[in-house]
T-cell receptor, first 113, second 112 residues
Framework: DGGITQSPKYLFRKEGQNVTLSCEQN?????MYWYRQDPGQGLRLIYY???????QKGDIAEGYSVSREKKESFPLTVTSAQKNPTAFYLC????????????FGPGTRLTVT | GNSVTQMEGPVTLSEEAFLTINCTYT??????LFWYVQYPGEGLQLLLK?????DKGSNKGFEATYRKETTSFHLEKGSVQVSDSAVYFC???????????FGKGTRLSVIA
C-alpha cells in the first residue's frame, strides 16, 4: 500500500537534546512538508521541499532543520534551540504536476521534558 | 496574501442534525479548495475538494460547493453521526507545489 510513514508515533526526549523525526513516502510525490500542531490549534508550516536537495523555510522554521537527500524521505530535526518543542508533528506530500492535494502521515507526538 | 477563514468551534450537534461549517477564502486567481478531517490523535485525511467555480465536492455524505461570487466553500451534511466527531479544516491551494493554506480548524462534537 502506498502512503506516508512517520515514526515513531510517540517520542520522548530530555530538554537540550536534538531529536530527528522520520517521514517516508512511497507515493512518488515530488513535494513534502512538515507541520506543527499544538493542542486545539491549527497547522503551522515548518519547512517544505519541492524537489530533492532543495527546501524552503515555512512560517516557524527557527529551531528546526531538514534535509531532502532522497525523494522518498524528508526527516525533521528538532534542535535544542527550539524553545517549545512539545507538539504533534505532521508530515505531508503532494504529487505536484497540477494536482495540489496533500496527503498526510499519521503524525508523531513529541514530548520534551 | 492568500488566507482561509472558517467558523470557530466547537460545534456541538445531536445525532441526525444538519451540519454547516462556514469557510471563506481570500486568494488571487482561481485556487483549488479542500476540506480535510482529523480524528483524535491522527493525521489529516482529505474529505473532499473542488478545483473550479461551481464545482461541488462530495464524500461520505458531506458536500461543499465552490462559490467564487461569495469566495466561500461551506461544508454541509444532512444528518451527522457520532462518528463524524472530529476537527475539520478548510484549505486552499493557489498554485504549483506551494503549501496549502489552512484555516484554523473547527471541532465538531456529535452527541447521541
Amino acid at each position: 500500500d502506498g502512503g506516508i510513514t512517520q515514526s515513531p508515533k510517540y517520542l520522548f526526549r530530555k530538554e537540550g537534546q536534538n531529536v530527528t523525526l522520520s517521514c517516508e513516502q512511497n507515493l512518488n510525490h515530488d513535494a513534502m512538508y512538515w507541520y506543527r500542531q499544538d493542542p486545539g490549534q491549527g497547522l503551522r508550516l515548518i519547512y517544505y521541499s519541492q524537489i530533492v536537495n532543495d527546501f524552503q523555510k515555512g512560517d516557524i522554521a527557527e529551531g528546526y532543520s531538514v534535509s531532502r537527500e532522497k525523494k522518498e524521505s524528508f526527516p525533521l530535526t528538532v534542535t535544542s534551540a527550539q524553545k517549545n518543542p512539545t507538539a504533534f508533528y505532521l508530515c505531508a506530500s503532494t504529487i505536484g504536476k497540477g494536482n495540489y492535494e496533500q496527503y498526510f502521515g499519521p503524525g508523531t507526538r513529541l514530548t520534551v521534558t | 496574501g492568500n488566507s482561509v477563514t472558517q467558523m470557530e468551534g466547537p460545534v456541538t450537534l445531536s445525532e441526525e442534525a444538519f451540519l454547516t461549517i462556514n469557510c471563506t477564502y481570500t486568494a488571487t486567481g482561481y485556487p483549488s479548495l479542500f476540506w480535510y478531517v482529523q480524528y483524535p490523535g491522527e493525521g489529516l485525511q482529505l474529505l473532499l475538494k473542488a478545483t473550479k467555480a461551481d464545482d461541488k465536492g462530495s464524500n461520505k455524505g458531506f458536500e461543499a460547493t465552490y462559490r467564487k461570487e461569495t469566495t466561500s466553500f461551506h461544508l454541509e451534511k444532512g444528518s451527522v453521526q457520532v462518528s463524524d466527531s472530529a476537527v475539520y479544516f478548510c484549505a486552499l491551494s493557489a498554485s504549483g507545489n506551494t503549501p496549502l493554506v489552512f484555516g484554523k480548524g473547527t471541532r465538531l462534537s456529535v452527541i447521541a
